[in-house]
Structures are given as C-alpha cells and as structure tokens.
C-alpha cells in the first residue's frame, strides 16, 4: 500500500478548538487572500491558456471537459485521491464533508466540488461512485477519473505532482487541496487538516470577491479558551471529521457511549490500530466494517499516550451525558448492531 506524502507526519492538526480556536486563523487566512493584488490582475494567468480542457467522466458516467466544465467560471475544491488508499485519503474526503455540509446546498451551485482519482484503473466510475456512497456524500460534489498522463499533468499544473516520490509509486501523492476561483484566476494551496470552518469559509466567502460571512460573529466576541485537553483537542482534529458525540451517526459510529459498552482494552488497540485488528480478523472488528459499508477506519498514527486521552475524554463525554453504565442502560447505549451476523464468527 503506497504510503501519501507526508501522511504519517502530516497529521499535525494545525486546526485549534473547533469551537473558538478557528477565527485567528481565519484573520489570518483573510489577511493572506486580502494582500493579493487586485482579481483582475491574475485572471487569465491561471485561467484557458493554462489548463487544459482534458476529457475527464464523473461517478455517473457522464463526460466532463476540464476547463469548460470542471472549473471555467467557478469557484472550486480540487483534490486528487485513489479509493484504495487507506490512510490519508480516507480522513480527507471525511473533512471535505464536513466542509460540503457546513456550505449546505451551495454546493453544486455556486462551489463546486471535485475529488480526482490517481488510480484511474482501478477507479472506474462505478468505483468513485460506491465511494462516494460509502462516505453519504451530498450531491454537488463529484469523482472523477480520466486519462492516467493528463490527470498526472493536473496535479503538476497546481503544482501537486511530487517527482521524487511519484516517479517511483505513482500513489504517492501530495494531499494538499486546491481551493480557487477561476474567474478571479485566484487560487489557494490547503491543508485538509485545516479546519473544516475555515476551508468552508474560504470556499464559501473569501474567494467570492472576500464576501463577508453573515454568521462569523466580531472577533472581540471570541470565547476565552479557558483549558486546553490534549484528548478534546484530539478528537477535534482527528476523529471529529468522522465521529460525532451524541449527534447520531456519521462516516462512523456516534461514539457518546462507546466507553460505556465496549472493552477498554479493546478500544485501546482498535484506536491505535485498527488496520491491524481488521486484518487478523477480529470478529467484532468485522462486524463493525460490514455495518459502516465496508469502510475502514484508517490508522490515524497514535501513540498510546495519544490513545489514552482520547480515552479520558470519550470517558469525561460519556460520563457528563449523565447516563451510567447499568445492565439496564447497556442495552440502550449499546451501538447498534449490523444487520445479519457473519457466518464465521
Ligand atoms: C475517515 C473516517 C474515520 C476517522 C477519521 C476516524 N474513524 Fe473511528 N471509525 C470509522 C468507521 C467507518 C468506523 C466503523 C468501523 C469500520 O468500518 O472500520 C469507526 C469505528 C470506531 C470505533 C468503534 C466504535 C464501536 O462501536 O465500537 C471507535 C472507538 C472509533 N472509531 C474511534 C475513533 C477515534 C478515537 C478517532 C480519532 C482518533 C477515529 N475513530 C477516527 C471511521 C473513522
């Protein structure tokens, strides 16, 4: 399994607090995008004499021209993805959901999406199109495959194409994300460890002529961060993008209770890896990828120390949801179960 750029150094969780920590950084982020000269200087230099128009097809099929279709006139997410990939990609296409719910039905409308394979042959449509499925992706935000050589001349034309590494494993990839607007001939280089509210922000107003968020409160109302809980902080940057606590389920299982009715020991190992206790087979960790269609939790690179707050705060959530662990309530917390048991275990 071909290992992305910067993987397992690269989950720094750049991104604060999701609550509060966002919106220095966001001053920031404004500040960067409000320094460029004006729009209708750049317009053009990364505009049709720049990119191609290579022939790519979506998730369904349907054809789509690069520059006229994909990203003429439009503001855009771009990232290039392969469906195997087990690490990186998975905890990325998971914050551009987020980012896509926090834009609601913009998306499709006036942002645009687009998550492009490196891996076209094992890509096929129908491949993008089961991903997608897997992850409940909204609709406005589209797969795409194409021809090996020109999506490889994308990436280096955004400046993505990572020589030494992709020369050798051509999945080696470069996972930044490209935000842009192709009118304005704007375009920003991202983190998808950014925070999801910045992305969304960026994507949803800076790069529309630096629109205003109606919903960004005054800087001066920001909340004090009054602690800071390495296990929270964690879970926000890490998990947050997949998991949800008492908000029912997401890419993965809502995790409130999960303290309460699995083993702890259990939980320690699955967290830290859960690649490995897929493949040996562990027969509540099979039951749990057949329930979440197929999806594996990617190994997100911890260190027991990492584990044992991230423990502590499920614990410290579990525990202020003022429900105790009783026969009675056991049932009750307990996550549901997958539909029809495997024949083996
Ligand atoms: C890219 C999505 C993704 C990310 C990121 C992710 N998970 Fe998961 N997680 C899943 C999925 C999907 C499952 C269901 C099992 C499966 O399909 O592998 C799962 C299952 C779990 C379970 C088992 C739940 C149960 O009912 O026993 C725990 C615990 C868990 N995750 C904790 C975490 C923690 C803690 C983090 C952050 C450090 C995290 N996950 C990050 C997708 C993710």
């Not at 771009?78 to 905890?91: E, G, H, L, R």
């Not at 935000?141 to 993505?160: H, N, P, S």
Request: charged share 25%; hydrophobic share 40%; aromatic share 8%.
């Amino acid at each position: 399994m071909a290992v992305a750029t910067g993987i397992r150094a690269g989950l720094p969780g750049r991104s604060t607090g999701a609550r509060t920590g966002w919106r220095p950084l966001l001053l920031v982020l404004l500040g960067i995008v409000g320094c460029l000269p004006p729009a209708t200087s750049l317009a053009g230099v990364w505009g049709r004499n720049y990119f191609p128009n290579y022939r790519l097809v979506n998730q369904d099929g349907e054809e789509l021209r690069f520059y006229d279709d994909v990203i003429k006139g439009k503001v855009v997410s771009i990232n290039f993805m392969f469906t195997s990939c087990a690490d990186v990609c998975p905890v990325e296409t998971a914050k551009l959901r987020q980012v896509q719910q926090m834009l609601g039905d913009r998306v499709g409308r006036d942002v645009f999406m687009y998550s492009i394979t490196i891996d076209p042959e094992h890509d096929t449509p129908e491949v993008l199109k089961a991903y997608r499925e897997q992850f409940n992706i909204g609709p406005g935000w589209q797969f795409l495959t194409g021809k090996r050589e020109e999506i490889e001349d994308l990436q280096k034309r955004f400046g993505l194409y990572v020589r030494s590494r992709q020369e050798i494993d051509p999945l080696d990839h470069n996972v930044s994300l490209m935000l842009g607007n192709e009118a304005t001939g704007r375009w920003l280089k991202r983190s998808p460890f950014d925070n999801p509210a910045v992305l969304a922000n960026t994507l949803g107003y800076a790069l529309h002529g630096n629109r205003r968020n109606p919903a960004l409160a005054s800087y001066d109302q920001a909340h004090r961060i009054e602690s800071f809980d390495r296990g929270e902080y964690l879970f926000r940057t890490r998990c947050a993008s997949c998991h949800t606590l008492g908000g029912g389920v997401a890419v993965g299982p809502d995790l409130l209770h999960v303290t309460a009715v699995r083993d702890r020991d259990w939980l320690a190992r699955w967290i830290r890896e859960p690649d490995a206790m897929i493949a040996e087979g562990d027969p509540l960790a099979k039951r749990l990828v057949a329930a979440y269609k197929g999806l594996p939790m990617p190994n997100l690179s911890l260190n027991e120390v990492d584990v044992e707050a991230l423990l502590k705060f499920l614990e410290q959530q579990h525990a202020a949801s003022g429900k105790l662990r009783t026969a009675a309530t056991e049932d009750q917390l307990r996550p549901p179960d997958p539909p029809e048991a495997q024949p083996d275990d």
